[in-house]
Structure formats: structure tokens, C-alpha cells
């Protein structure tokens, strides 16, 4: 009986253990911004080089004038030179290489990250 304890007992804590390594993961992951965020401090001109931002992508537009465009926010266009694979409605986190603003929009380059 104390040996079928002693099991329940690992296997539990192996779990917990596991869960919160899980935990742990996924807070890596987590963007430093939220669009909405990153819009209200790219109008506070606040530099978001090298910073994570989570998106939405509302609209795709690969034939831009910046190349490969992806609309989200009101004014926020994350461009690329190629196709990042990516549906309209789908969630991805970027890493903004470098903001500009024109006529009242931020182009932002940016790599994939998740």
C-alpha cells in the first residue's frame, strides 16, 4: 500500500512540475505589446525597435506600395518583402525592426515570431 502512495505521490509532482514548466514557456512568448498598445505608444512617439507586438491580421495587402502589407490598428501596416504565410484573422507575434510614419500611418518591418 505505501509503495502505491509513494507512486501516486511522484506521478503527482512529476505533473505539477510539468505544468508549471508549461507555464513558464508560454510566458516567453508573450509579446511586449498589444496593438492597440503599440499604437498609442507609437503616437506618444515612444521607439518600438526591437520590441514583440502582438497582431491581428485584418487585412492583407500584397501588392502595397511597401510590399507585403499587413493592416491591423487603425493606422499600424506591417510590411515585408515576401508573403509571410499568414491567414486574414490569424494572431502572430512580430519583432519590429523599424517604425516610419507617413500621411499619418506607422510602416513597421518586422520579423515572425510566432
Request: hydrophobic fraction near 40%; charge should be positive.
Amino acid at each position: 500500500m505505501k509503495k502505491v502512495i509513494k507512486r501516486g505521490v511522484s506521478a503527482a509532482l512529476i505533473l505539477a512540475l510539468l505544468l508549471l514548466l508549461a507555464a513558464c514557456g508560454s510566458e516567453s512568448t508573450k509579446a511586449d505589446y498589444t496593438t492597440k498598445q503599440a499604437e498609442t505608444a507609437l503616437q506618444k512617439g515612444k521607439d518600438l525597435k526591437d520590441k514583440t507586438i502582438s497582431i491581428r491580421a485584418d487585412k492583407l495587402v500584397p501588392d502595397s506600395a511597401f510590399g507585403y502589407n499587413i493592416e491591423t490598428g487603425k493606422h499600424l501596416n506591417f510590411v515585408s518583402e515576401n508573403n509571410p504565410h499568414i491567414k486574414k484573422g490569424q494572431k502572430v507575434i512580430v519583432k519590429v525592426k523599424r517604425v516610419t510614419s507617413q500621411l499619418g500611418s506607422f510602416i513597421i518591418t518586422y520579423n515572425k515570431i510566432r
